[in-house]
């Protein structure tokens, strides 16, 4: 049997593609191979939304040539957002890539390594399904399996960006909008939490500005009929909330401030399930930059929504994204930045050093903020929000949190004063290691715990007494060190989106 091995970099979705591709090989009688080296089929998930992408896959390419030449059988696919963006192109610039694959022809993939096998050409597949979206998801699992599916869980519910903030390349590597029907969202989501799943994510580019393509779903409360900025994301919260009454939290990435309307800050207000988090990006605190970035918002909007929404959910966290160095952008401008920052008072934040992009509306205005700025920009920008989530989470110690146990701590394996350490989020997605509980099952269960520490990025708990008590003991000799159903995707450099 053929064996394959998939490395992926960039955002949640390409961590999604890459199960999706596990999947379809596999069905197509591929295993997985323990390393690259031991694997016929390479296929490098990619990501263009940031930075010199295209450099940085003609050197991993490169760094593959003698991979490729050890064995004349061995194929080498590029997948994601920059074979989509550079397609047939890339056949042309490097000869060891065989086959280029988009993010809406991942079924072709077995097809298309066929074809190959018996003697065609490297070949090409970058064509969007606008006609019939196809929304891949995983072979449910059944409430029996074993081991039990992971406690957390990705599902997409659209794909592709129709908005146009002239930084993004997202519009043209993943297409227009298109969305997945509310039952078959629903039922997916069914299926995980009936083999045990207890966290879903919903995913998409924009995913608040969700619609149901069947019109199936009445209009949520708050929501209004002649508001541009209103969608239905709103209601399939509300429906998935109703119809799996089993899932513990359920959430989403990444929003778009515009619809952050009335209607979804009620369903956060009324619905116990959606957690008391949520990622909001705002780019930039400039109405100047705002505006020349294309974001369709003010700052004073973007303050409104989220504080409507605090004030809704009290003790709501939100975190965000950040982007310094945008063409034009003055000290004046990033000042307002890190006043917004100190306003909204984020509880997480990713920045990035604006880069151009190719097909980007802002190419056209010059990249005049000069690098040694950009980086001195985004060191002043962390350092205020570390500043806002160490104080954040030293308020937290002494309080007791609930945590749903995700695995076994990753970075401290056996340490820890009682043996194997479980690490988990908050229901505000702060990570807390829980302390001397591993002689515990606790795998997939929301745990009440206090917390005992606050670390630079993360919480040290331990196990309330009531906890402690309810929790299972672990089978000897089993359970420990299996992930349920959690694949080890090789994840390079994944942040959030
Ligand atoms: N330059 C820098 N950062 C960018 N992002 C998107 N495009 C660019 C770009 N051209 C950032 C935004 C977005 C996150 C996923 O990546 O902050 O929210």
Known sequence: MPRYSITTFGCQMNVHDSERMHDVLRCAGYTEAGSADEADVLVLNTCSVREKAEQKLRSEVGRLARWKRERADRVLVVAGC?????????????????????????????????????GGLPIARTVFDLDAPRFLVASPPSP??????????????????????????????????????SDEIVAEIAALVAAGTREVTLLGQTVNSYRDPLGALPRAPGASADDPDESEFAALLRRVAADVPG??????????????????????AELPV????????????????????????????????????????????????????????TEDDFAATLSLVREVGFKGLFGFKYSRRPHTPALKLPDDVPEGVKGERLARLFEESEALLAAHL???????????????????????????????????????????????????????VSITRAN??????????????????????????????????????????
């Open 144 to 181: 029996s399996s074993s081991p039990r599916a992971a406690p957390t869980a990705f599902v997409t519910v659209m794909k592709g960006c129709d908005e146009r903030c002239s930084f993004c390349i997202v519009p043209h590597t993943r297409g227009p909008e298109r969305y997945r029907p």
């Open 274 to 329: 959606l957690p008391r988090h949520v990622h909001m990006p705002v780019q930039s605190g400039s109405d100047r930059v705002l505006r020349r970035m294309i974001r369709r918002y003010t700052r004073a909007e973007y303050v409104a929504r989220t504080r409507a929404l605090v004030e809704a959910v009290p003790g709501l966290t939100l975190s965000t994204d950040i982007i310094v160095g945008f063409p034009g952008e």
């Open 456 to 497: 630079k990025h993360s919480l040290q708990a331990e196990l309330t007494e009531a906890a402690r008590a309810a929790a299972r003991p672990r089978q000897r000799g089993g359970g420990l060190d299996a992930r349920p159903g959690r694949r080890s995707l090789p994840v390079v450099a994944a942040e959030g989106g």
């Open 82 to 118: 920059v074979a989509q963006q550079e397609g047939e192109r890339l056949l042309k610039q490097m000869r060891a890539i065989d086959v280029v694959v988009g993010p809406d022809n991942i079924p072709e993939l077995p097809g298309l390594l066929g074809d190959l096998a018996i």
């Open 394 to 448: 030293s308020a937290l110690v002494g309080t007791t949190q609930q945590v749903l146990v995700e695995g076994r701590d990753k970075e401290r394996g056996h340490g820890g004063a009682g043996g194997a350490l479980w690490s988990g989020r908050t229901g505000r997605h702060e990570i807390a290691h829980i302390d001397g509980a591993g002689e515990l099952d606790l795998l997939g269960e929301v745990v009440e």
């Open 247 to 268: 899932l513990a939290r359920l959430r989403y990435t990444s929003p778009h401030p515009r619809h952050l309307t009335p209607s979804l800050v009620l369903a956060h």
